[in-house]
């Protein structure tokens, strides 16, 4: 069996080599002709499964993303030609929050303002909007959550409309994916219209899909002085992101919200188990086996630890202003697909044991930390 794999995906020879025989490619560059003789295609975000693609694929039986959105997948074509489909959905959603989480200490510290008693608003509640509302209730903050979709199916009473939490929140986040028909399309969410009613100093974070904000309007606003703060980790038109944003974006980064170690490997095994169900084969590989450890394992915190220490525990394990760095030294000559290929390790905050006591582990361990009694 034939196994084509994206290179930027982890761990592929050690989970796929027993059902079959790997071959790499380069997901922006991937031709008709190589997808000709494939049982497998594994594709991350950035290869479009279209007709086109699969023109000559008269082999596949398996298109597996190692992703939650699936906005370049063409699922309706591969039903119809049955080809078995699967995403990896929730993989990576504790390292998007984990990202909004170091952005909103990152913000804290730079504008000199405590997180506590700031209103929050999540746009999207899926499998990353509510880890980060899970791990937000740890803070003192208010939470302002809007989901339409959830609301109408019954499950989400909190819902309030978008237009209502964008003039109410001093913070907003979205986690949407990108849709772009239907009632509850997400292309440009954040219009012109709507980004010019928000407060002035409202900080925005987008780390769902570039389109979900209209990045020209955005530009325009911001050139014409609208005080926004902005944390962009995704961008229209990726890998040629708008550049005159770049002045306007607090924090910059190259589309790696849910690029943790953890996050990826995970995509990568769930893709692992859905086509061995396929086959019919038995998985007897796990994660564990796979992750190294990490570099730093353990800290001790003493009595004097404050909520407003919390920051400095979160940027010890990933402060996203490194990716920021990144970003802006190296976009223009090495671009935007180098830094995404180039991506340091990063790992989840549960890989740090902090010994602490016991009122200070609950808010911890919420945040994901793991705890142990001093
Ligand atoms: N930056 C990154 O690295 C990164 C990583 C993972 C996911 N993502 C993006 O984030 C998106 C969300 O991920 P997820 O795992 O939470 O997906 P999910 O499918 O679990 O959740 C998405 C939620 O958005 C809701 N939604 C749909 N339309 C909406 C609208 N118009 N307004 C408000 N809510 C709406 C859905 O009802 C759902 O609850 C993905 O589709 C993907 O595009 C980006
Ligand atoms: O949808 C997702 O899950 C993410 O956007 C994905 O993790 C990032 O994109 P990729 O690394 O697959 O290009």
């Known amino acids: 069996m034939k196994i084509l794999a994206d290179q930027n995906m982890p761990l592929v020879e050690e989970y796929f080599s027993d059902i079959g025989n790997v071959v790499r ?17 594994l594709v991350r975000s950035v290869t479009p499964v279209n007709a086109e693609l699969l023109k000559q694929a008269v082999k596949l039986k398996f298109v597996g993303t190692a992703t939650i959105g699936i906005d370049h997948v063409d699922t309706e074509l591969l039903s119809q030609r049955q080809i078995a489909f699967s995403s990896a959905p929730g993989c990576n959603a504790i390292a998007v929050a984990e990202y909004v989480i170091s952005t909103l ?12 008693g700031k209103k929050i608003g999540i746009i999207g509640l899926g499998n990353i909007g509510e880890c980060l509302r899970h791990k937000l209730a740890a803070l003192d903050v208010e939470l302002l959550l809007c989901d339409p979709v959830r609301h109408e199916q019954g499950s989400l009473d909190e819902h309030i409309d978008i237009d209502t939490l964008l003039t109410e929140a001093d913070i907003i986040t979205c986690h949407v994916p990108l849709v772009k028909t239907g009632a509850h399309a997400t292309k440009h969410l954040l219009s012109e219209k709507r980004l010019a009613k928000l407060k002035p100093g409202t900080i925005v974070v987008n780390a769902s899909r570039g389109d979900v904000i209209d990045n020209q309007a955005l530009l325009h606003l911001m050139q014409r002085g609208l005080g926004l703060e902005l944390a962009l980790d995704v961008w229209e038109n990726e890998p040629n992101i708008a550049l005159d944003l770049l002045p306007f974006v607090r924090f910059a980064s190259v589309h790696i919200a849910g690029h943790t170690l953890e996050g990826k490997a995970r995509g990568t095994e769930m893709l692992y188990q859905a086509l061995s169900r396929l086959v019919g084969f038995q998985p007897d590989k796990t994660l564990t086996q796979f992750l190294p450890n990490p570099a730093l394992d353990k800290c001790t915190i003493s009595n004097e630890f404050e909520m407003t220490d919390l920051g ?4 010890l394990i990933y402060d996203v202003r490194r990716d920021d760095g990144l970003l802006r030294r190296n976009i223009t000559t090495k671009g935007f697909d180098y830094l995404r290929k180039n991506y340091p390790v990063r790992r989840e ?5 902090v ?20």
């Open 25 to 41: 490619f380069d997901g922006r560059n991937l031709s008709p002709e190589a997808v000709r003789d494939a049982d497998v295609l």
């Open 105 to 116: 200490f990152a913000f804290s510290q730079e504008l000199n303002e405590p997180l506590s």
């Open 312 to 315: 400095r525990l979160v940027h």
């Open 349 to 353: 905050f549960s890989t740090l044991a």
């Open 355 to 374: 010994e602490c006591n016991t009122l200070q582990a609950s808010t911890l361990a919420q945040l994901g930390f793991t705890t142990r009694p001093i």
